[in-house]
């Protein structure tokens, strides 16, 4: 493992596998609330398949930059034409962060799907008209906040407030399709967060905060 973040990552993921502890993500035994847990199941279930090795560690990581990869694609393909899916895979094939990321085990790799996912399923949803797309936007932005925290809903604005002017919007507005799609993000992003500050008294201040802004 090439850093410290994958090492820490790797210790907590193990140790919930070890422990049968899923919601308290632990690092040499005391509370680590630095990041929510999406990143640490993936590796615990990985490792619990593929062993506790380089590979276990980061194989969710190296799934979601594929995931990245063909979200982009598809999204081109989408909005333009197969020849700007294919220059858009090939330019980011060709970009050294983003397949040297790929291959590291960290939070970045799962916030840069989700969010990518989000906004995919956003365009998607004014193109074509389908309030089903809004309600999975919502879902993913669950996923994205289960994957790094709140950050990840400022980042999915700034990519979606340009893409309303870039992409007609087609769907007319839905208050129901906005409301079982807040729902969704609720009942994926809340349970946790609810539980660990219930249990843990200071931590609604570090995740809004800390974790968003100061750092």
């Not at 062993?51 to 979601?64: A, D, H, K, Q, T």
């Not at 309303?164 to 807040?182: D, T």
Request: charged content about 15%.
């Amino acid at each position: 493992l090439l850093e410290p973040d994958e090492g820490r990552y790797a210790n907590i993921s193990q140790t919930m596998l070890a422990s049968g502890d899923w919601m308290t993500p632990r690092k040499n035994g005391f509370a680590h609330f630095h990041k929510p847990p999406l990143t640490y199941w993936g590796m615990a279930l990985s490792q619990k398949f593929l062993g506790m090795n380089e590979l276990g560690v980061r194989f969710p990581g190296i799934l979601y930059t594929l995931g990245t990869l063909l979200i982009a694609m598809s999204l081109a393909r989408k909005l333009w034409d197969e020849k700007t899916a294919v220059f858009t895979a090939l330019v980011l094939i060709a970009t050294p962060l983003f397949l040297f990321m790929g291959r590291l085990a960290t939070t970045d790799c799962g916030m840069v799907f989700w969010v990518n996912l989000a906004i995919y399923c956003f365009a998607l949803h004014r193109k074509e008209g389908k309030n089903l797309f809004l309600i999975l936007t919502y879902a993913a932005l669950g996923a994205a906040m289960m994957a790094k925290g709140p950050v990840t809903i400022v980042l999915f604005y700034l990519a979606a407030i340009p893409l309303m002017f870039l992409v007609r919007k087609e769907a007319r507005l839905s208050i129901p399709s906005h409301l079982l799609g807040l729902a969704a993000f609720v009942a994926i992003a809340f349970p946790w967060y609810l539980w660990v500050i219930y249990k843990n008294p200071g931590l609604l201040n570090h995740f809004l905060f800390y974790q968003t802004t100061q750092r």
